[in-house]
């Protein structure tokens, strides 16, 4: 790894697993809709790179991206792995032929999802699996506990260290604790989405780390002009000020924005060292109401 700092501080997860708040989503990496390779092979291990040169630890994948293909570039580019990289991937689902995202929450399809996960990405143990649940973007009340007491005994074997959930209500989240404990929750999220602002607190409270996906995702126009003028002011790009402003929501708060494009890497970062004042703050806040 790098030996600079980690951009945007950094946060403890476990005992054994501390990672840049401001980590990599590698979702784009993926051909359009996440399906099929990318457009450009070399100009995707050239952006893993850069990843490990701005000193992110935090990379969040899945063998669904793809599907399979992200992993395996996260191997090509990376492995042998640097010391203090830690990669979280998800399971619970699968994609077909035409490039849906079939739930996939049985024993066996759990199990397999985890045996390729290590494979592809050349891995003895997964530092972090999510178990990804419910709609695209907004949880179901059913419960998770088959799916992740089958999770909980894959990390008995040894095949993963630590367990997180991902679109998941606050029940849910109960629920897996009661199995075993989590280190992570991932829900959509961002300054105009802001459904889960008592649970994030909740959380924090309990040293639970929480990941937004969707981070600059869901703004109408009006909303993308309060971003805007917000980010004229501070001089910076509206990404940033997203960005930063997760950042500054709350300590628990890890990100990992996605991109294919290395300059787009490079803003992300640079809205990680981002201090927005307190009256831009109010502004920003406003947004969601």
């Known amino acids: 790894m790098a030996t600079h700092s980690l951009p945007g501080g950094e946060f403890k ?27 450009d092979h070399d100009e995707a291990v050239a952006m893993l790179h850069e990843v490990i040169e701005l000193g992110i630890n935090h990379i969040d994948t899945s063998d669904f991206y793809g599907p399979y293909l992200t992993n395996k570039l996260i191997k090509e580019a990376l492995h042998p792995y640097p010391n203090g990289l830690h990669i979280v991937t998800k399971v619970g689902a699968l994609r077909d032929a ?7 929450l049985d024993p066996a399809q759990l199990r397999q999802a985890v045996l390729d996960n290590l ?3 050349g891995l003895e143990t997964l530092d972090v699996v999510n178990l990804r649940v419910g709609g695209f973007d907004s949880p179901t ?8 007491t089958v999770l909980a005994k894959l990390q008995q074997e040894g ?7 991902s679109n998941v209500t606050a029940e849910q989240i109960v629920e897996a604790q009661s199995i075993v404990p989590i280190v992570c929750v991932q829900n959509f999220y961002n300054v105009a989405h802001r459904n889960d602002d008592e649970l994030i607190d909740s959380l924090a409270a309990q040293g639970i780390a929480y990941v937004p996906y969707f981070p600059l995702g869901g703004f109408t126009p009006l909303q993308s002009d309060t971003l805007d003028s ?8 509206a990404m ?15 990100l990992i924005p996605g991109t294919s494009s290395v300059a787009h890497l490079r803003e992300n970062v640079g809205g990680a060292s981002l201090n927005i004042p307190e009256k831009d703050l109010a502004e920003l806040d406003r947004i969601a109401s």
């Open 13 to 39: 997860m476990a005992e054994d697993l501390t990672v840049g708040r401001m980590g990599y989503g590698a979702m784009q990496l993926a051909g359009p809709h996440v399906f099929g390779p990318p457009a």
């Open 98 to 104: 035409d490039g849906g995202w079939p739930i996939a």
């Open 119 to 121: 494979d592809h990405l």
């Open 141 to 148: 009340s059913a419960s998770i506990a088959e799916p992740f």
């Open 159 to 165: 095949l993963i260290r630590h367990l997180g959930v």
């Open 230 to 237: 917000v980010a004229k002011r501070l001089d910076t790009t």
């Open 240 to 254: 940033a000020v997203a960005l930063a402003w997760l950042l500054q929501r709350s300590p628990n708060i890890l």
